[in-house]
């Protein structure tokens, strides 16, 4: 298996290569030259798998230069109820019939993020101990990815990373778990802005090549494919928690930031999981929605993203929508490098049209709809859920055809988001006896303008 980029570039390389590099040369995003085929046989082998064994199948699928017993081992390493709470990892809540939650956050950092963060953590520290080289991480997070991935790397041999966050946009809950980490390898700078400056940097910092590669940059973002890899799994394990036989078909609803969590099921439904629907929910950010209703891709500002009670969906310019758009248009990566080059851009009747083969649909929740949500499922079913599975949720129930299964995809754990559910419950959400107090700790921050030069001066200065 080898990967090209998204913008035309056909050089092919190794899985092993674009796990370290992030954005390919010419700016595009890194995908495979074609997604393997899963055939009835291979499904009904898997659905008896362990989820740890499971990934290994998926991965191998995708890694041909990691020796196997290594990379089994990688998984069942990470893989663990010790780690994530149950023998399942990602187990099933029901909700009422025909709707679930898929438990994603009970990992360390109680979010989605630490299904692939935990993994590409221990690919960075096999790969680079392999190679005997070090790798200076850069990443940019609205809430969940920036822990995820600091603690997946603290204290990893080789790896420091560098963590953007927009200044004043997180959770106090959030902003704790990352300022608080007192670990040499992890530096934390908080940018005044929103997420997207934050994004744009990294992405800057991507493409000053020879920066790149005189200060071993690498990226945990979900432009990193092996990140977007390991969530391709968890859409196998709860389908198959969720169906009896592979003529079953499940879909899923994913509330959507960057599009690096549903663009994984668009990956896993083009393998051959038999997913009815990707159901993708936004915030008052609604630029996709927008997309998908009209196809019309129009990025907002600054000034015009909105900071909301969903705050790691606060975000304007989905990176990973350019992966979706390059098989959209027929992996034409000419054409996807002019359109996302341009401000905005438009497809045609016939391109539009065309998503509804992809399985893509979509819709919007505001403030409102995320506390009557929350509150309806906890008076309801018991279950008090964080605001960005509230949007995934209200979407959800908006759109599900009937006799649809659908599929909720849990991103975090109401700890995190502790104000919003005060509003609308009138109670503490339950936390972690380990986590009691994390806004106490110290705090350990640079606070920096939105400026690709600042970040570029500072990472120098601290490798």
């Known amino acids: 298996m080898k990967y090209i980029s998204t913008r035309g570039d056909q050089t092919e390389r190794g899985f092993s290569d674009i796990l370290l590099e992030g954005l390919a040369p010419d700016g595009g995003l890194y995908l495979p030259t074609h997604y393997p085929q899963v055939d009835d046989a291979t499904l009904t082998r898997w659905r008896a798998l362990p989820y740890a064994d499971l990934a290994f199948e998926i991965l191998s699928l995708y890694i041909a230069d990691i020796p196997a017993a290594d990379l089994r081992a990688i998984t069942r390493k990470v893989y663990t109820a010790a780690v994530f709470g149950s023998e399942a990892i990602v187990p099933l809540k029901p909700l009422e019939p025909g709707v679930y939650l898929e438990a994603l956050s009970n990992g360390p950092t ?38 995820a991935a600091e603690y997946a790397m603290r204290g990893k041999r080789g ?3 560098f963590m953007l966050s927009p200044e004043g946009r997180m959770s106090p809950f959030q902003q704790a778990q990352m300022f608080s980490l007192q670990d040499p390898n992890i530096h934390n700078i908080a940018v005044k802005g929103v997420f997207d400056d934050c994004q744009d940097i990294v992405k800057a910092v991507s493409n000053d090549l020879a920066f790149k590669r005189t200060h071993r940059i690498g990226t945990v973002n979900s432009i990193n494919w092996a990140r977007l890899l ?91 929508f350019e992966r979706f758009v390059f098989d959209l248009l027929g992996r034409d990566g000419a054409r996807v490098a002019g359109l996302f080059r341009a401000p905005a851009f438009e497809l045609g009747a016939d391109e539009h049209a065309a998503i509804a083969r992809f399985g893509f649909t979509s819709g919007r929740s505001t403030h409102a709809d995320r506390l009557a949500t929350i509150r309806r499922c906890h008076a309801e079913h018991g279950v008090v859920i964080d605001p960005h599975t509230a949007d995934g949720l209200k979407v959800a129930q908006q759109l599900r055809a009937p006799g649809e299964t659908v599929l909720v995809l849990e991103t975090a754990l109401p700890a995190k988001f502790a104000a919003t559910i005060h509003e609308a419950l009138g109670m503490e959400p339950p936390r972690p006896a380990a986590l009691a107090g994390i806004e106490d700790l110290p705090k350990r921050v640079k606070i920096l303008a939105a400026d690709a030069a600042l970040v570029k001066a500072y990472i120098a200065e601290h490798v």
């Open 159 to 161: 790896v420091n990373v």
């Open 230 to 320: 390991a969530q391709v799994v968890y859409y196998f394990a709860g389908y198959f928690q969720a169906t009896k036989t592979n003529a079953e078909r499940v879909s899923f609803a994913v509330p959507s930031g960057n599009f690096g969590n549903v663009c994984a099921g668009h990956v896993a439904r083009m393998m051959g999981l038999p997913i009815g629907r990707l159901i993708v929910a936004t915030n008052e950010n609604d630029v996709l929605d927008e997309f998908f209703r009209t196809g019309a891709y129009r990025p907002r500002g600054t000034a015009d993203t909105h900071e909301t009670s969903s705050p790691s969906m606060d975000i304007s310019k989905a990176s990973n």
């Open 110 to 147: 109680l979010a989605f993020k630490d299904m692939a963060m935990q993994l590409l953590g221990a690919l960075f520290e096999y790969e680079l101990g392999r190679r005997g080289e070090t790798l200076n991480i850069l990443g940019a997070t609205s809430g969940d990815t920036g822990s």
